[in-house]
């Protein structure tokens, strides 16, 4: 069955610096993959997600994640972050039309 | 259409009672999920239905819980001789394909006294 680790549980950085939130999953077919990510006191929202084709995928909120198979890595990036950003991020995989497994979550915590 | 909505969103139980709770997805989403989340972690799946087949159940679910969707739409979530230990959020999420991803409620939050 598929499995997910988030590296790392807590990441603090300054407002405008980049950030990078780490994935690695485990699986042994091909995968679906998605980032969550949950505000202070709110319900999980999609991010993004990769199904197929470019490795690469953005968000509307100027985050971007690349799947790279070979690492079995979706990592999370984001060139400048914002106070707003603070918030639980989680990793998810799903193996093709099976259920959704998550990380740990990572939780990032932007500063002035 | 207004999402997923759970009911209720908090539940204090005293340790032995049972507990219900319900689920009711986006209309057009025929796949169901529940999922358990435990403070600082993420979310542990617990079941899904693809209509009302009850497809999938983690090792989790242990038999005093059970879960229905009797007509492929709303889903309960049951919950016998509750425990302390089973004290967390209880999510319910709604998706079309499943590769759509899926659409969270705001969770049941379950506290067993």
């Known amino acids: 069955a598929q499995s997910v680790t988030q590296l790392d549980s807590q990441v603090p950085v300054f407002e405008e610096a980049p950030v990078e939130l780490r994935c690695n999953y485990s699986?042994?077919?091909?995968?679906?993959l998605f980032w969550y990510v949950q505000y202070p006191n709110q319900g999980l929202q999609l991010l993004l997600k990769?199904?197929?084709?470019?490795?690469l995928v953005e968000s509307i909120n100027g985050f971007e994640a690349e799947f790279n198979k070979s690492q079995t890595s979706f990592h999370l990036r984001k060139p400048s972050v914002h106070i707003s950003d603070t918030a639980e991020y989680f990793c998810?995989?799903?193996?093709?039309?099976?259920?959704?497994?998550f990380g740990a979550g990572t939780r990032l915590t932007v500063k002035p | 259409d207004t999402g997923v909505s759970q009911d209720p969103r908090h539940k204090i139980t005293k340790r032995g009672q049972n507990v219900t709770f319900r689920c009711d997805p986006i209309s057009e989403h025929n796949r169901l999920y529940w999922y358990r989340q435990t403070l600082g972690q993420g979310p542990e799946f617990l079941t899904y239905f693809q209509n009302e087949a009850q497809l999938e159940k983690s090792r989790l679910l242990s038999d005093r819980f059970s879960a229905e969707r009797p007509k492929g739409s709303f889903s309960t979530l049951e919950i016998q001789r509750t425990e302390q230990g089973d004290s967390a959020m209880y999510l319910c999420?709604?998706?079309?394909?499943?590769?759509?991803?899926?659409?969270f409620g705001s969770g049941t939050r379950l506290t067993v006294v």
């Open positions: 998810a995989v799903s193996e093709r039309n099976n259920d959704m497994r």
């Open positions: 699986s042994s077919v091909s995968v679906y």
């Open positions: 999420a709604s998706s079309i394909t499943g590769k759509d991803g899926y659409t």
């Open positions: 990769y199904l197929s084709g470019s490795t």
